[in-house]
């Protein structure tokens, strides 16, 4: 009876009890099982949050459609476009006069004019089909200008911000007024002659200038107004190379100043070297002569 008494359930957990594993390891359990209730809770908890967040969101939110004031987070910049509507039937006939372009176009750009060559600081552009044709704006801006000028007909001038402005000539008839705001692409006039590009029928003259300078248009057509920024960049390397030319001109000026006053102390010099010996030469020889007439008298009193 009391062997089997001594294998009874009683004495397995006994055993069990003894193990050295059992402790630590009835801890972990229940430290997971802790740690799993606290996560649960901690989960359930920031979801009911986020549900009554969004419920209230949703209730008192009303996005109010074309709201007045609002501005466009990114501003995207217009693309310089040529001065007509379709660009694939134009045809630039003079170029924009620039010193290091080819021989060639570089006489494409010289207008003749009362027998004598002028460099164009623009373009002179067709259209194909040879007829008149609407101009329009390259560019949104402001009306700056409107005028008759005697050799280049009716000019435009479209001011842009930023000191860049777009100057259209050559144009027979005028749509637009000084201070109107223009849209890129409204029409500006239309094409027609002039008599200073008399030789290229009938055509509008254009014009790009930043900051006062005329650029060549072609290199910009297709470009964002703020590639004309790298014009700016190499006016001011140009007039830093410039201070640095003038500069060093002055200083060899300065130089050469100070070589030519030491020649001409050292010729001032010479002179007065030169002048003192005549003096001294006459001088002796007239000491010699003296002496010798002495020696005459001598020998005629003897």
């Known amino acids: 009876m009391s062997e ?23 801890y972990l359990t229940i430290a997971a099982v802790l740690l799993s209730v606290v996560v649960w809770y901690q989960n359930l908890d920031n979801q009911i949050t986020d ?13 109010i459609p074309n709201e007045e004031g609002a501005e466009p987070v990114i501003e995207q910049q217009e693309l310089i476009q040529m001065p007509l509507e379709n660009s694939d039937q ?12 080819e021989q060639e176009d570089r006489e494409n750009a010289l207008v003749l004019y009362n027998n004598r060559f002028y460099q164009s600081t623009g373009v002179d552009i067709t259209s194909a089909d040879a007829e008149t044709f609407d ?9 700056e200008e409107v005028k008759e000028d005697p050799l280049l007909g009716n000019v435009v001038i479209l001011l842009h911000g930023e000191d860049v402005k777009t100057y259209y000539a ?10 109107a705001e223009v849209k890129q692409g409204e029409k500006l006039g239309t094409a027609g002659k002039n008599i ?18 005329e650029v060549n248009p072609e290199s910009f057509f297709n470009q964002p107004v703020s590639s004309l920024e790298s014009i700016t960049e190499e006016a001011k390397e140009d007039a830093a190379v410039n ?15 100070e070589e030519q006053a030491d020649e001409s102390d050292q010729v001032t010099d010479t002179d007065g070297e030169v002048e003192e010996n005549p003096e001294d ?11 010798g007439t002495d020696e005459q008298l001598e020998t005629e009193n003897e």
């Open 4 to 26: 089997e008494f001594k294998g009874g359930p009683k004495n397995k957990w006994s055993r069990i009890y003894r193990k050295k594993w059992f402790f630590p390891a009835l």
């Open 51 to 63: 549900t009554t967040e969004t419920e209230n969101l949703g209730e008192e939110y009303s996005p």
């Open 90 to 101: 134009a045809e630039i006939v003079t170029k924009f006069f620039d010193y290091s372009a």
């Open 135 to 143: 101009v329009v704006a390259a560019l949104s801006g402001t009306v």
């Open 170 to 179: 050559s144009l027979e008839e005028v749509s637009v007024s000084a201070g």
């Open 196 to 213: 200073f590009g008399k030789d290229n029928g009938t055509h509008v003259h254009f014009e790009i200038r930043k900051d006062g300078k």
């Open 243 to 257: 201070e640095e030319d003038a500069t060093v001109e002055e200083e060899d000026s300065t130089v050469n100043e």
């Open 281 to 291: 030469t006459p001088s002796d020889e007239a000491d010699d002569s003296e002496e």
